[in-house]
């Protein structure tokens, strides 16, 4: 029954609309429009066949699951990037179907669009990808593209991990961080923009193409083909990154590696002692320095003392700026008067200054 304010032609006004809050049932006078929306997904599934309507608009923040098969339909939500409405596919064949603004959970068959969606950890999907973003985890059940998507949760660090089976896949204009698992087979021609990648696949048979801005660690065992500036096992000058060492030895060990200067130079910007424990008494001091013979002084022994450091979180540090060439190392000088272990972590902050260079 269309509501008396609606005329019959407009009522719906190209969709279907639902909201679980504003909306109620069709027993109740629902139609799907504007004015009287529907408060569930399977009575709007229901009026967009009967209607011939394909596009299903959600509103407000509710939670749905596919009851059934669904083709053709374009779910359009009103957000992106996880505050969306979240349907669930519950293992349902979406062939064909475009997901618009929503979040996406479950497993779906068939191939399927997904436009500035959250798509969430565990999901099996076949289809490709726009301006989404991703969770820690995706398996593809087909051949999948990816355009400027965003990978890895930025709140805790993670990274997406996916894992393509044998199927051929694309990214392009990618960013975030993320991690291809075994394949055993298949191409990937990735297009990297600011996209920190591993290649994490024991098995071989796999075949990638890298393009673009790519900081690179490759674990593979198959095909690796680099073009433009992507860096195998390395990074991009100029790109800020940070390395954590965590320090257990003994409180005399003298001096002992905390990082490497690898394959090309590095511009070391800040150095930080952190105490994970109240450091031992045995310690007396544990000064960071580098270079030929510890000849750099990042933090001398006479700052980093037992005292500075005999509570869990405090800490010592040094910022400035440091040239060390490949080959060079970041050392921690440990004196003390025993051999109980110290508990500390060394974190530093540094750039390339020449494409390919890191610590390790």
């Known amino acids: 029954m269309v509501h008396p304010a609606e005329p019959e032609n407009m009522s719906n006004q190209g969709g ?15 139609t799907g429009s504007p004015f009287r929306p529907v408060s569930n997904i399977t009575e709007a599934l229901e009026l967009a066949d009967e209607k011939n309507i394909s596009t299903i608009y959600i509103f407000n923040f509710g939670t749905y699951t596919l009851p059934s098969d669904v083709w053709y339909i374009h779910f359009v ?19 064909q179907c475009t997901f618009h603004g929503v979040q ?32 820690t985890s995706l398996t593809c059940s087909g051949d999948n593209n990816w355009y400027n998507c965003t990978f890895g949760e930025q709140a805790t660090a993670n990274a997406t991990t996916i894992a393509q ?14 991690i291809l698992g075994n394949s055993g ?9 600011g996209l920190d990648l591993t290649i994490n696949n024991t098995n071989d048979g796999s075949t990638y193409y890298l393009y673009g801005d790519i900081a690179l660690t490759n674990l593979e065992t198959g095909v690796l083909t680099l073009h433009d500036r992507t860096l195998q096992s390395g990074y991009l000058a100029g790109h800020e990154r940070i390395l954590e060492v965590s320090i257990t030895a003994a ?30 008494v045995d310690m007396t001091s544990c000064a960071i320095e580098g270079g030929v013979g510890q000849v750099v002084e990042f933090i001398s022994a006479a700052v980093a003392v037992q005292a500075s450091l005999d509570a869990a979180d405090k800490q010592i540090y040094w910022v400035d700026a440091v040239r060390l ?26 750039r390339a200054c020449v494409d390919g260079g890191y610590l390790v």
């Open 16 to 30: 279907i609309y639902l909201d679980d809050v504003l909306g109620t049932t069709r027993a109740l006078g629902a």
């Open 77 to 95: 939500g009103n957000a992106r990037f996880g505050s969306g409405p979240r349907i669930l596919l519950g293992g349902r064949d979406t062939s």
């Open 104 to 135: 996406v959970d479950g497993t779906c068959t068939g191939y399927t669009t997904f436009i500035d969606c959250y798509v969430r950890s565990g999901c099996v999907i076949y289809g490709e990808f726009y301006n989404c973003a991703f969770a």
């Open 165 to 178: 089976a044998d199927f051929n896949c694309l990214y392009f204009g990618c960013n975030g961080r993320l």
């Open 185 to 193: 087979g298949g191409e990937s021609r990735i297009y990297g923009d």
């Open 251 to 280: 409180a005399n060990a003298a001096v002992t590696t905390v990082a490497t200067v690898t394959t090309q130079p590095c511009l070391i910007e800040s150095i930080v002692i952190h105490a994970d424990a109240a450091q031992t």
């Open 325 to 350: 060439a490949a080959g060079k190392l970041i050392t921690i000088d440990l004196q003390g008067t025993g051999a109980t272990a110290v508990d500390l972590t060394i974190t530093i902050k540094y």
